[in-house]
C-alpha cells in the first residue's frame, strides 16, 4: 500500500476530500481530517474510537500498527503503509471516517447497496 492507494480507497467514500493536515497530505470529510500521511512518508495516522481500540489494534498486529509518545492516551494509530493491505485500509479508512462525517453523511452510506465482492488473484 501506498498513498496513492490509500487516498483511491479513502475517495470513495463520500464527499472525500484531499487536503492538508499537520502540513502533511490527508483525507477530510467536510473540512474534517480523519487520517493523514507521516512526516516520514512510511506511515500513516488513523483517527479511532478509543485508546482501547488503539491497543488492540498494537496488540493483536503489531506488523501493521504502532504509535509513538505523541499517541499515547489519545484515539489514534500509525500504521506502517508496507504491512497495509486493502481489505484492512477501507476497514480502517471508513471508521475513521464514521467519526468525522456528519450523521447525514453516514446515513447515506448505510443506504448504499453492498459492494460487489472482487475476485481474488490466485
Not at 13 to 37: C, M, N, Q, Y
Not at 67 to 74: A, C, E, V
Request: hydrophobic share 40%; charged share 30%; aromatic share 10%.
Amino acid at each position: 500500500m501506498n498513498w496513492e492507494q490509500l487516498c483511491k480507497l479513502g475517495l470513495a467514500l463520500p464527499e472525500v476530500a484531499e487536503d492538508v493536515w499537520f502540513r502533511t497530505p490527508a483525507l477530510k470529510v467536510r473540512g474534517k481530517s480523519f487520517v493523514r500521511l507521516k512526516e516520514d512518508g512510511q506511515s500513516v495516522v488513523f483517527l479511532l474510537e478509543s485508546v482501547d481500540e488503539q491497543e488492540f489494534l498494537i496488540e493483536t498486529q503489531p506488523d501493521i500498527y504502532f504509535i509513538t509518545d505523541h499517541y499515547r492516551g489519545y484515539p489514534a494509530v500509525l500504521a506502517r503503509l508496507s504491512a497495509l493491505r486493502v481489505p484492512e485500509c477501507r476497514t480502517r479508512l471508513e471508521r475513521a471516517w464514521r467519526l468525522k462525517a456528519p450523521k447525514t453523511l453516514v446515513k447515506q452510506l448505510d443506504q448504499r447497496p453492498p459492494a460487489k465482492p472482487r475476485r481474488q488473484r490466485p
